[in-house]
């Protein structure tokens, strides 16, 4: 068992620590991406996938801790940004001994990174990770954790939304509008509640027939297209990704239907420019590591003893967060994802500074 690589070349730019680990006996290879810990210790989830190469596995890996840290800095946590990815089909690969040995590399970075689930990760997988590591959260609730932190993603995505609607149409409410929902999974299933709560009526697809025979038996009053591209050229106000990143591309923007975008994926947007391409269409689109940054709140909340209610308070704040931003952009006349971007830089800069003041 060792680390094997650590890396500061140019593809990990602007990233303080890379680290790729391996353990041959168990099959563990992970990497993990410490983008920032200029507000504190970086954290981020552990994601679980089949990577066609080591490449695409450390591609992810950069851009989604790099992500962590802006969602982080605009949630207000005193945290920076991480991610890990292991490289593997969970279901083919995941063990006890492969999830032990990787909190052991974990433990090995001394607080510097704290991991939680992701993609092909869950709570009980949290709890034999913590069997080696202290630098976990989102772990099951008999074991004094956060429990589903998909709860919260959903409940700021829907607070964003609500800011967005009150931003396009005067009112800070769903009602009445019609939301397409990408993905009926871990965030998109409460979402769609809260939708139907609101008075929205909501189309969605998802690849899984679990989930969509989970839709028809809960909510029947939800409208189930075959795929994403019947549902983007629908006539849906609101769109929201809630599967796997890259949703908002070339082919996807042109072919929207909706005046908004607002949903718990990461990485929406497959390439820079694209936030140009949706204003240009008049398409508003809050950034999404701005409205899913509830499930980081709620495994956060964590770190000092968990507490639901004070969690959910400080996911709802995503609403004031969002409505900031959009003022924000209208205000410098750019784009909301460039707007957020700034707001977080900024703060990431103001309060990492005062780490210099020697403590003595």
């Not at 589903?148 to 939304?161: N, R, Y």
């Not at 591209?229 to 909706?258: K, M």
């Amino acid at each position: 068992m060792g680390v094997f690589v650590s890396s500061d070349g140019t593809d990990a730019a602007g990233h303080e620590q890379v680290v790729f680990c391996q353990d041959r006996h168990t099959g563990l290879k992970a990497i993990i991406g410490i983008y920032s810990t200029a507000l504190g210790p970086a954290l981020g989830g552990t994601r679980f996938y089949p990577y066609e190469s080591e490449e695409a596995a450390l591609t992810d890996v950069l851009n989604l801790s790099r992500g962590m840290a802006y969602k982080n800095a605009l949630a207000g946590l005193d945290l920076g940004g991480g991610k890990a990815v292991i490289w593997g089909d969970p279901g083919q690969v995941k063990s006890e001994a492969l999830l032990r040995a990787y909190g052991r590399f974990v433990e090995s970075l001394n607080g510097r990174y704290y991991t939680a689930c992701d993609v092909g990760t869950y709570v009980p997988d949290m709890d034999v990770i913590a069997r080696e590591t202290r630098y976990v959260t989102g772990r099951s609730l008999e074991h004094g954790g956060a429990g589903d932190s998909s709860i919260l993603t959903a409940w700021g995505v829907f607070q964003g939304m609500r800011a967005a609607a009150e931003h396009t149409w005067g009112s800070p409410t769903l009602a009445g509008r019609r939301v397409g929902v990408a993905g009926l999974g871990k965030v998109g299933k409460y979402l769609a509640g809260h939708l139907i709560e609101d008075g929205a009526s909501v189309v969605a697809t998802d690849v899984n027939e679990a989930a969509l025979e989970w839709a028809r038996t809960t909510y029947p009053q939800i409208d189930l297209v075959a795929d994403t591209q019947t549902l983007i050229t629908s006539d849906i106000d609101v769109y929201a990704p809630c599967a796997l990143g890259g949703a908002l591309d070339d082919d996807t923007v042109p072919a929207l239907r909706a005046k908004v975008v607002t949903g718990g994926a990461n990485n929406q947007l497959a390439h820079p420019g694209i936030e140009k391409l949706l204003e240009e269409r008049g398409i508003l689109y809050t950034p999404d590591y701005v409205v899913n940054a509830g499930g980081v709140i709620q495994v956060a909340d964590e770190i000092e003893g968990f507490n639901f209610e004070r969690a959910k308070l400080r996911a709802t704040r995503i609403f004031d967060t969002t409505g900031q931003i959009l003022r924000l952009a209208d205000d410098e006349g750019v784009p909301p994802a460039v707007a957020a971007d700034r707001l977080a830089e900024r703060r990431m800069a103001e309060v990492g500074r005062l780490r210099s003041i020697f403590l003595g």
